[in-house]
DNA sequence: CATCAGGGCCCTG
DNA sequence: CAGGGCCCTGAT
C-alpha cells in the first residue's frame, strides 16, 4: 500500500488560499461572457460554480494550487475579463504572466468569429441562435489529463452516476481550497496518483474505468505526453495521441479536440446519444428512431462545412440554455440522470 | 427479486 | 468488423 505525504494544512482538510493577484484579459470580440463560462449541458462538479457573469474555478498551473474568481468586465463588443487568482503565497511577475497565456488559451479568448458569424447570420437555424450566443466559444477550464478524466467518468454511465464518481474522486485525491469565502476542490497533480492501485480507485466506484484512470495517469506522471507541445501538432496528430491512451476512444477524443485542442472544423464522430439529439433537433425527426449516426455526420459537415463542429456546439448549447428554461421538454426523456 | 441499459471502450473471434 | 463483457446504479 501506497503511503502519499499528506501536509498539516491538507490535514486540517482545508487548504488556505490567502495571497491575491488580479488579471485582466482582453478576448477578441464579440466575446459571450456567460456562454463562454458557463456550459449548461456540463454535469456540476465542485470544482466550480457560476452565476451570470462569474465563475469560480479551482485550478492547477505548474503544480501550483489556484482559486479563481472569474468577472465579466466588459460587453460584448468591448469585452474585458476580470480574474482574481488565490494562491497559498505571493505569485512572481512572470508566473502570472504565464497563467494568464494559459487561461486565454484554455478559455479560448483569441479565437477569431468573424468568418462564421457572417457565413451563419442568415442561416435558418444557426442565425436565430447566433442572435442569442453571438461571441460563444467552445472551452475548457481543466488541463487535458483533467479533461481526461472528465471525460471517463463520463463513459457509459448516467449524469448522476457522472456527478458520483467526480465528486469521490477530488474528495479523495483532491484538494479541499478555501479562498474568497468559498470551498471547492482543486484537481490533484497525476504524481500524486501515480502508483495507485486499481483496486484503491474501484473502491471510490468508479467501476472497470479505474484501469483507465490508472494508465492515463501513468502517462503523464511519467512524461509520456506535453499538453503544451501537442496543442502545436497537426490535428490528426492529436487525435492519433489521444486514442492512444488507453480507455480514450473517438467520443472521448471528439470532447477533447474540440473542447482542449479548439478543433472546430468537420465533424469526425457522433456518439449515440447525441445522434438522437441532432435526429431530432437539425431534422425533426423522432430521437427514438434516429437517422444513422454516419449520414447525420455527411449531412452536418455538407451543411456547416469547415465551421461544423463550432455551428454544433451553437445548436447544442442553445438547446441546453433552453431546455434549463424549460422550454425543450422533449429532451427530458433523452437526459437519463 | 431479477433484469436491463446507460452521455464507451477494449478485446476477441 | 461485429458483438460480448465490463463496474455500478436506478428504472422497470
Known sequence: MRVRAISPTAMAGVLRLTSRRDLELAPTSPFHFDATMHKPDHFPSPD?????????????????????RVADGGTRAHPRVLV?????????????????????????????????????????????????????????????????????????????RSIQMMRALLERYGTLLRYGGRELYGFWDPADLDGVA???????????????????????????????????????????????????????????????????????????WEQRIYSMLFLGRDPGRPVPADRLLRILNRRFGEHATLAVHYAWEDLFWRWRRGKAAWLDPLIRR
Open 48 to 68: 466550480n460554480a457560476w452565476a451570470p457573469g462569474v465563475r469560480w474555478q479551482t485550478m492547477r498551473w505548474r503544480g501550483e494550487p489556484l482559486g479563481l
Open 84 to 160: 482574481r487568482v488565490w494562491s497559498r503565497g505571493r505569485l512572481p511577475g512572470e508566473f502570472m504572466e504565464g497563467l494568464a497565456g494559459e487561461l486565454a488559451w484554455r478559455w479560448n479568448l483569441e479565437l477569431d468569429l468573424r468568418g462564421f458569424n457572417a457565413r451563419f447570420a442568415s442561416d435558418p437555424q444557426i442565425g436565430p441562435v447566433l442572435r442569442r450566443w453571438r461571441g460563444m466559444r467552445p472551452a475548457s477550464w481543466s488541463s487535458l489529463y483533467e479533461y481526461l478524466v472528465i471525460a471517463i467518468v463520463l463513459q457509459n454511465a448516467v449524469v448522476h
Open 198 to 272: 486499481e483496486e484503491e480507485l474501484r473502491a471510490l466506484k468508479v467501476g472497470y474505468r479505474a484501469r483507465s484512470i490508472v494508465r492515463v495517469t501513468e502517462a503523464f506522471a511519467r512524461g509520456g505526453l506535453d499538453e503544451i507541445a501537442l496543442r502545436g501538432r497537426p490535428e490528426a496528430e492529436q487525435r492519433e495521441a489521444l486514442l492512444g491512451l488507453y480507455g480514450i476512444g473517438p467520443a472521448s477524443a471528439g470532447y477533447i479536440l474540440s473542447d482542449v485542442f479548439h478543433r472546430l472544423g468537420p465533424l469526425t464522430h457522433i456518439p449515440p
